[in-house]
């Protein structure tokens, strides 16, 4: 695979100028100046043109390497090449590519070992288990639930699901209805809704043999990693039917959070609709 490397440009030009447009009579405008609006046809509206935007080199060279990542050239839980040999590979210092490096950590896609270099994040890690599960016990150690499944099949999108997962109403989704709990005690209701083209082949039986996080399963057997997620947490009652799978009384205050999760290129690929009894656990989000 050759090498690509990001727009640069010799000592004393413009950074990353935008190439000269391949058609049309209007000349580039000189640098620092706006560039004149091009001329309309009679009868018709001038269009409006749109000032070009640029990013700062260590930002394209980690777009390169994210779409590495999403191509497979380095498979969850492998290391990717060092500084210097990204540095090599993409004609840049070893302090941009390092700069780009922080950004992807923090943005949980690869992880730094401290003497061993830098990994590609996976689900698999113990710490990812909790990282898309924000509820936590009040008292004791974080860790992940037990599932019972009660619905797995496929179905037609309805409209509100096709929206959010940018599907057409009626496309092939997986729905999966499952209750979790934390020492044996039901806590969490959870509805789910999985593009069927994508997870082709998940089945109940596959999701009950399967005994790690089902992010886990998602990365290793369906190529789906989630790489964020937006979500949404009110606060409401438990209904007769929800009250009696959590084992309370109907009315009983319960957390209740529908999350969209997203691969890269900030695909949509899972819709969740959870809900949370806290008796004896609280949401924690940490903010920085």
């Known amino acids: 695979m050759n090498p690509v490397t990001p727009n640069?440009?010799?000592?004393?030009?413009?950074?990353?100028?935008?190439?000269?447009?391949?058609?049309?009579?209007?000349?580039?405008?000189?640098?620092?100046?706006?560039?004149?609006?091009?001329?309309?046809?009679?009868?018709?509206?001038?269009?409006?043109?749109?000032?070009?935007t640029f990013s700062?080199?260590?930002?394209?060279?980690?777009?390169?390497?994210?779409?590495?990542?999403?191509?497979?050239?380095?498979?969850?839980?492998?290391?990717?090449?060092?500084?210097?040999?990204?540095?090599n590979r993409y004609k840049v210092s070893q302090g941009t590519v390092r700069k780009a490096i922080d950004e992807l950590a923090a943005d949980n896609l690869v992880m730094r070992r401290q003497g061993k270099g830098t990994f590609v994040s996976t689900h698999h890690e113990a710490r990812a288990h909790i990282r898309f599960l924000r509820l936590r016990p009040d008292e004791g150690v974080p860790h992940y639930p037990e599932s019972r499944f009660l619905e797995v099949k496929r179905l037609r999108a309805p409209a509100d699901v096709a929206r959010l997962l940018e599907l057409k109403s009626g496309d092939a989704i997986i729905y999966i209805k499952r209750v979790q709990s934390f020492d044996g005690i039901p806590t969490i209701i959870e509805e789910q809704w999985l593009p069927g083209q994508l997870f082709k082949g998940l089945t109940a039986e596959r999701l009950s043999e399967y005994k790690g996080p089902m992010y886990g399963l998602f990365e290793s057997e369906f190529g789906t990693r989630m790489i964020r997620a937006d979500e949404k947490v009110r606060a409401v009652v438990a209904g007769a039917e929800d009250a009696a799978l959590l084992g309370v009384e109907a009315g009983t205050p319960l957390l209740s959070a529908e999350r969209v999760s997203f691969t890269y290129g900030d695909k949509p690929v899972e819709l969740r609709r959870g809900l949370y009894l806290t008796t004896r656990h609280h949401y924690q989000n940490d903010l920085n």
Not at 15 to 43: F, I, L, R, V
Not at 66 to 86: A, C, F, H, N, Y
């Open 56 to 87: 700062p080199l260590y930002q394209q060279i980690k777009a390169l390497i994210t779409q590495s990542l999403q191509s497979g050239e380095w498979k969850p839980g492998e290391m990717i090449p060092s500084e210097v040999e990204l540095a």
């Open 8 to 52: 640069q440009t010799s000592p004393g030009s413009t950074a990353n100028a935008p190439a000269a447009p391949a058609t049309g009579t209007t000349a580039a405008a000189p640098a620092g100046t706006a560039a004149p609006a091009p001329a309309s046809s009679p009868g018709s509206a001038a269009q409006a043109v749109a000032s070009p």
